[in-house]
């Protein structure tokens, strides 16, 4: 199974959303022909209505089945009421031919911060308890440190709580974003991969705007950087499912994947 893991578009009408590149974006993510586009928030820069209707409007150029959870962003200005009449629930079990993916809203309205608390812990246990797929976890916010982001801040407020929930129940991939910088690291059983930026221009130093390639196999999971101003693919991460291992050429760079 193929997902495009998308993230921090930023719709808008002003300066932060780059409309050219969000095109190319889009040409490249339809080449790849992904099962599923997984989408983890910020798809608004104000949470407007304007805003929404562009992005709509804007996300029908993908092809294929989306997923999406809201960003702190979407849930300005009571952005956290349009999100569901746009882009359906928020916070989701959906079941897939070869994954049960949890999507959950971290965001809080007009707030940066995130956090999941206690009743989108229990769907995690319930989507994991499920059984019947891999079960997959996606949402805004990011659980450990970002490199390469600035200054740490936004991390959800029940990280711990959440990572244990995570770690403890071995699930093999989490999905996110907020940071604009791609990043993948593996903790005990997991691997916790964050997307960059897709459209925003508020990139940073020379990560550009990326998405990611996340391709499933029932032995390994595989994770591709796009650079799409260069239109160039590097593979970054091979996680091996049977026995735990993983090359990360975020670190290990002298190995090839």
């Keep these: 199974m193929r997902i495009a893991h998308i993230s921090d578009i930023h719709v808008n009408y002003g300066t932060d959303f780059n409309k050219k590149m969000f095109e190319k974006g889009v040409e490249i993510v339809n080449k790849t022909k ?7 928030g910020d798809l608004t820069t104000d949470g407007l209505l304007s805003e929404y209707k562009l992005a709509k ?14 960003g702190n ?24 031919d070869e994954i049960t993916l949890v999507g959950l809203a971290s965001s809080e309205p007009d707030k940066d911060d995130g956090r999941l608390g206690v009743g989108r812990h229990r769907l995690i246990e ?3 308890k499920m059984q019947k797929h891999m079960t997959i976890i996606g ?10 982001s600035g200054r740490e801040k936004n991390i959800i407020e029940d990280a711990g709580e959440t990572l244990d929930i995570i770690l403890r129940n071995q699930v093999p991939l989490v999905l996110m ?15 916790l991969v964050n997307a960059g ?31 799409i101003g260069k239109e160039k693919h590097k593979k970054m991460i091979k996680f091996n499912l049977e026995d735990g291992s993983c090359i990360n050429r975020y670190y290990d760079r002298d190995i090839r994947i």
């Design 73 to 96: 962003h979407d849930e300005r200005n009571l952005g956290f009421k349009l999100f569901p009449e746009f882009f359906g629930d928020a916070t989701f079990i959906k079941e897939f």
């Design 177 to 191: 974003g907020h940071r604009h910088v791609p990043y993948g690291v593996k903790i005990h059983k997991t691997l």
């Design 57 to 70: 409007k804007s996300l029908t150029t993908l092809n294929g089945e989306k997923a999406i959870v809201p």
């Design 139 to 148: 949402f805004h916010h990011h659980l450990v440190p970002i490199p390469n």
């Design 197 to 227: 930026t897709f459209s925003c221009n508020r990139t940073r130093a020379h990560f550009g705007n990326t998405f990611n390639l996340i391709d499933i196999e029932e032995k390994q999971i595989t994770v591709t950087v796009v650079d």
């Design 126 to 128: 319930a989507g994991i």
């Design 34 to 40: 992904p099962d599923l586009i997984f989408i983890s």
